[in-house]
């Protein structure tokens, strides 16, 4: 029988297949333990992916609202 961790794990709590396989990677003794604290280290990963992803668009935003080129410039 599964225990009320794995089966919180199972239900969605965890999204992302690292974090997952991390949490199964643990012994049985104390994923409930270490469940909360993988759950915010993955809550932090998908924020700061967000973040970045808001950045670069923002950042494409402004280069084509100052029609800059996207390329590395020329030291010439």
């Not at 794990?9 to 469940?35: D, K, N």
């Not at 700061?48 to 668009?57: E, F, N, V």
Request: glycine share 4%; hydrophobic share 40%; proline share 5%.
């Amino acid at each position: 029988m599964k225990s009320r961790s794995e089966l919180s794990v199972m239900r969605g709590t965890l999204h992302t297949p690292f974090w997952r396989a991390a949490y199964q990677s643990l012994p049985e003794t104390v994923r409930q333990r270490y469940l909360a604290h993988i759950e915010r280290a993955e809550r932090w990963e998908l924020a700061l992916d967000a973040a970045s992803d808001g950045m670069s668009r923002a950042k494409c935003a402004l280069a084509r609202l100052f029609n800059t080129p996207a390329g590395p410039r020329s030291a010439h």
